[in-house]
């Protein structure tokens, strides 16, 4: 068995506070961390994610529609569409990005 903490993760080049948290061949998970203000600008991935939020809240924008995800709230967003997340609140934001290899 095999624990992956925070502080030992390799470091997601991403240039925000992202790191990968576990790799399989089938599975990526990536834990990122926004201060208030920042964002993840809007792009498109080849293969579906699921975002679980373990704290604070965002506004998450997916094919022009914005929505604001808290704590604990998951969603699913498919292969192929727009999304991007912006942290507008006072707090951190942390969320678990689970990205499914095909």
């Known amino acids: 068995m095999k624990v992956t903490t925070l502080l030992h993760a390799p470091k ?3 240039g925000l506070d992202a790191h990968k948290m576990y790799t399989s061949s089938t599975l990526d998970i990536i834990n990122l961390h926004l201060a208030p203000g920042e964002k993840v600008p809007l ?5 579906d994610v699921v975002f679980c939020v373990i ?3 965002v506004s998450m924008e997916v094919n022009g529609k ?8 998951v ?3 498919l292969a ?3 999304r ?3 942290n507008n609140s006072k ?3 942390r969320v678990l990005i689970l990205k499914k290899i095909v």
């Open 66 to 73: 914005i929505m604001q995800l808290n704590t604990f709230d």
């Open 91 to 93: 707090e951190d934001f």
């Open 43 to 47: 792009h498109v991935n080849p293969l």
């Open 80 to 82: 192929g569409v727009e």
């Open 12 to 14: 997601v080049p991403s």
């Open 75 to 77: 969603v699913e967003v």
């Open 55 to 57: 704290q604070g809240s």
């Open 84 to 86: 991007g997340l912006t």
